[in-house]
């Protein structure tokens, strides 16, 4: 079963608008990190936001949100007043505990956003 | 400037030619590891260190060889490479705690014939 689950293929958003990217993740380990990484046309790839399993808080990162619903097992990245430049493949993963008691990440297939002017 | 450098960016070499891909960071991180990148899969892990001399299999370390003799370097060999071997390659480093964020290199496309 895959750990990281991204079920949207591709997104459009009109610039300006909000748009909410999907990711749900499996794990039985207590202490594990989510992240959202961003990868432009250039193909490299950009941090941008962190939650940990035991924040209580959603995390934020200027107009980047990670909407984590812990029992959901879910966090979705939600990028508010979307920009031409947000244009680019996002990637949901995971740095959980393996059974041998190393921390691997594993990340999801990614979601294309496209945002239209 | 914090940052992971991989070497080359782009390479296209044939079937059997024994390569490598350097990767180095200089900002003082135990943990290191590549990845691999194919379109609709996401980028998988190939190998892992946890520190010096210390690596380990990530999900698809076949036809992969790395080694850890440095905290800063950690290279990946490719000793016959095939072409199920063509693909974007990613370096990254992270601090020990391993809910830090990682670093990525900028990638290595590698073609082989």
């Known amino acids: 079963a895959q750990k990281i689950t991204q079920t949207q293929p591709g997104m459009f958003v009109q610039e300006k608008e909000a748009v909410t990217l999907d990711c749900t993740y499996d794990t039985s380990d207590q202490s594990y990190g989510l992240f959202w990484y961003k990868q432009p046309s250039s193909g490299e790839m950009i941090f941008l936001i962190y939650q940990g399993s035991y924040d209580e808080q959603n995390a934020t990162e200027g107009r980047y949100s990670l909407n984590f619903q812990k029992a959901r097992k879910s966090a979705n990245l939600v990028i508010s007043a979307s920009q031409l430049g947000d244009s680019a493949m996002y990637f949901c993963a995971m740095r959980d505990r393996t059974s041998g008691g190393s921390y691997i990440p594993t990340f999801g297939r990614g979601t294309s956003l496209i945002v239209h002017p | 400037e914090a940052q992971v450098t991989q070497n080359p960016r782009y390479l296209i070499t044939v079937t059997g030619k024994k390569l490598t891909v350097t990767c180095s960071q200089n900002m003082n991180h135990e943990y290191m590891s590549w990845y691999r990148q194919d379109p609709g899969l996401g980028l998988r892990q190939i190998y892992y260190?946890?520190?010096?001399?210390?690596?380990d299999k990530g999900d698809v370390p076949e036809g992969y060889k790395v080694s850890r003799k440095e905290k800063r370097n950690f290279p990946l060999i490719l000793e016959s490479p095939s072409p199920n071997q063509t693909s974007l390659y990613f370096c990254?480093?992270?601090?020990?705690?391993?809910?830090?964020?990682?670093?990525f290199g900028p990638g290595t496309r590698l073609t082989v014939l």
């Open positions: 990254a480093s992270s601090p020990a705690v391993p809910t830090l964020t990682q670093y």
């Open positions: 260190s946890m520190n010096v001399e210390v690596t």
